[in-house]
């Protein structure tokens, strides 16, 4: 038995464990996953679309991983073990362990795993990246799950959305779905600047505002957060929360309620500004224009009425009257 040999099996078997499990994690992984971290910003987003995100050299980069992996293992099998049973037992344990249990195991957890698994592919990916998108775009080595939503995603949602059409009559519940699949396709295409609420139309005060005052406003308004300014309405220093005037003990000033402000450009795609607030738990962004001035402010609540449609409360009512800076209650 040869300790060289055995060697260049186990590496080949971790290795492909790497790439099928990559493999794996890669066709269960779902459109708006990667359209999302098409939007992030973060370096190791960046270096999983510049892997993850290319449906045509990608899979052929897998694709060859799975060969090279399984020639170097069952080479080095011979090598080591001439016998024809010990063959069979040892590419047995390869399928179980690096198609099988890997398969499985990734497929759990495709984007984290996935992620993981692009930084051990990056050097190489990138050396061999002109061959694998050659031979990618001659034989369209395309794996739609993951194209992009310009192309594919689109078309899918078009069939689906056909498909509650025509089971409309059968069970009306399909029309709302239709329409909830609709929003959210358009928030995705959509910018901050698509929802938000125009600057004109939002209640602010000045940071210097006595607290009767805002207690007024909050009443007159029925808001449950007024945005809070200094020296001018086009400096935004944060907002102030209904329920931070109820403190124990009483504030004395509006600066003592004041609470920092998410800023946002209005470029901001409206579907990442989605995830970014449910994940950082917020409740409400300004938003800037080119020049840094506010050009208007959106809410959670804004979002996700983009999807679900008008949401009510027990402040809402059918017929409001329009008041002089009035904005959707947040």
Same mark, same amino acid.
């Given at each position: 038995?040869?300790?060289?040999?055995? $060697?260049?099996?186990?590496?080949?078997?971790?290795?492909?464990?790497?790439?099928?499990?990559?493999?794996?994690?890669?066709?269960?992984?779902?459109?708006?996953?990667?359209?999302?971290?098409? @939007?992030?910003?973060?370096?190791?987003?960046?270096?999983?679309?510049?892997?993850?995100?290319?449906?045509?050299?990608?899979?052929? &980069?897998?694709?060859?991983?799975?060969?090279?992996?399984?020639?170097?293992?069952? @080479?080095?099998?011979?090598?080591? &073990?001439? $016998?024809?049973?010990?063959?069979?037992?040892?590419?047995?344990? &390869?399928?179980?362990?690096?198609?099988?249990?890997?398969?499985?195991?990734?497929?759990?957890?495709?984007?984290?795993?996935?992620?993981?698994?692009?930084?051990?592919?990056?050097?190489?990916?990138?050396?061999?990246?002109?061959?694998?998108?050659?031979?990618?775009?001659?034989?369209?080595?395309?794996?739609?799950? !993951?194209?992009?939503?310009?192309?594919?995603?689109?078309? !899918?949602?078009?069939?689906?959305?056909?498909?509650?059409?025509?089971?409309? $009559?059968?069970?009306?519940?399909?029309?709302?779905?239709?329409?909830?699949?609709?929003?959210?396709?358009?928030?995705?295409?959509?910018?901050?600047?698509?929802?938000?609420?125009?600057?004109?139309?939002?209640?602010?005060?000045?940071?210097?505002?006595?607290?009767?005052?805002?207690?007024?406003?909050?009443?007159?308004?029925?808001?449950?957060?007024?945005?809070?300014?200094?020296?001018?309405?086009?400096?935004?220093?944060?907002?102030?929360?209904?329920?931070?005037?109820?403190? $124990?003990?009483?504030?004395?000033? !509006?600066?003592?309620?004041?609470?920092?402000?998410?800023?946002?450009? +209005?470029?901001?795609?409206?579907?990442?500004?989605?995830?970014?607030?449910?994940?950082?738990?917020?409740?409400?962004?300004?938003? &800037?224009?080119?020049? @840094?001035?506010?050009?208007?402010?959106?809410?959670?609540?804004?979002?996700?009425?983009?999807?679900?449609?008008?949401?009510?409360?027990?402040?809402?009512?059918? +017929?409001?009257?329009?008041?002089?800076?009035?904005?959707?209650?947040?």
């Amino acid at each position: 038995m040869e300790t060289c040999g055995i $060697d260049w099996m186990i590496g080949a078997l971790a290795a492909a464990v790497l790439i099928n499990g990559s493999a794996a994690a890669y066709k269960a992984l779902n459109n708006l996953q990667m359209e999302i971290e098409r @939007g992030s910003s973060s370096w190791l987003s960046r270096c999983f679309v510049w892997v993850a995100g290319q449906p045509a050299a990608f899979p052929v &980069f897998l694709r060859m991983g799975q060969v090279l992996s399984a020639a170097v293992y069952i @080479g080095a099998l011979m090598r080591v &073990f001439p $016998d024809v049973w010990y063959l069979l037992g040892g590419l047995a344990v &390869f399928v179980a362990v690096a198609w099988g249990l890997a398969g499985v195991l990734f497929r759990l957890y495709p984007l984290p795993t996935l992620k993981v698994t692009v930084l051990i592919w990056l050097v190489p990916y990138t050396l061999l990246y002109p061959l694998t998108y050659g031979i990618g775009r001659l034989i369209r080595a395309e794996r739609p799950a !993951v194209a992009s939503a310009d192309d594919y995603a689109d078309e !899918v949602v078009e069939e689906s959305l056909n498909d509650l059409r025509e089971n409309y $009559d059968a069970s009306p519940e399909y029309s709302e779905e239709g329409r909830m699949v609709q929003n959210v396709m358009g928030l995705r295409k959509s910018k901050v600047r698509d929802c938000m609420v125009p600057a004109a139309d939002i209640v602010r005060t000045s940071f210097d505002t006595p607290l009767d005052e805002l207690v007024r406003l909050f009443t007159q308004t029925g808001f449950s957060k007024i945005l809070i300014y200094k020296e001018s309405p086009e400096k935004i220093a944060g907002y102030v929360h209904a329920y931070d005037l109820f403190r $124990d003990p009483a504030p004395t000033s !509006v600066a003592e309620l004041i609470r920092p402000i998410h800023a946002v450009p +209005e470029t901001t795609a409206a579907g990442m500004l989605l995830k970014e607030m449910i994940e950082k738990h917020l409740s409400i962004a300004a938003v &800037f224009d080119g020049n @840094g001035a506010v050009s208007g402010m959106l809410t959670l609540e804004d979002l996700m009425e983009e999807i679900f449609g008008e949401i009510e409360d027990e402040f809402d009512v059918e +017929e409001t009257a329009v008041l002089p800076s009035g904005h959707r209650r947040g």
